[in-house]
């Protein structure tokens, strides 16, 4: 479970660096990079060594969960982006078509 935190966190700084650069298309490799860790790790009964790795982990998707919640309310082409968050970093619903048509 270790290698697992470790690459979480990994991932997880990844995600605080898009976040801070604003880097929509960055923070969604990110999220589903860890998405696909998750998955493909659903082993029970694994234990973690280093609980302040995990501390750490811990303390970083909180942090990053109030800076999403901040770019949100603060950057709306972040929050628009191909594929928007909310504010639990969950990747929302896919958003309708952005065109617009006029006729004259």
Same mark, same amino acid.
């Given at each position: 479970?270790?290698? *697992? ?5 990994? *991932?997880?700084? +990844?995600?605080?660096?898009?976040? $801070?650069? @604003?880097?929509? &298309?960055?923070?969604?490799?990110? $999220?589903? +990079? ?14 973690? &060594?280093?609980?302040e790795r995990l501390l750490s982990l &811990?303390?970083? @998707?909180?942090?990053?969960? =109030?800076? *999403?919640?901040? *770019? @949100?309310?603060?950057? /709306? ?9 909310? +504010?639990?970093? =969950?990747?929302?619903? /896919?958003?309708? &078509?952005? =065109?617009?048509? $006029?006729?004259?």
């Amino acid at each position: 479970m270790d290698g *697992l935190v470790e690459e979480l966190l990994r *991932l997880e700084s +990844a995600k605080h660096k898009a976040l $801070v650069e @604003i880097d929509a &298309s960055a923070y969604d490799a990110s $999220v589903r +990079a860890q998405l696909r860790l998750l998955s493909a790790s659903k082993r029970s009964g694994l234990r973690v &060594s280093s609980v302040e790795r995990l501390l750490s982990l &811990s303390q970083l @998707i909180t942090l990053n969960t =109030r800076l *999403l919640q901040n *770019l @949100i309310s603060t950057t /709306p082409w972040f929050a628009f982006s191909k594929n928007s968050y909310t +504010a639990e970093g =969950r990747v929302a619903a /896919p958003a309708t &078509s952005g =065109r617009v048509s $006029v006729e004259a």
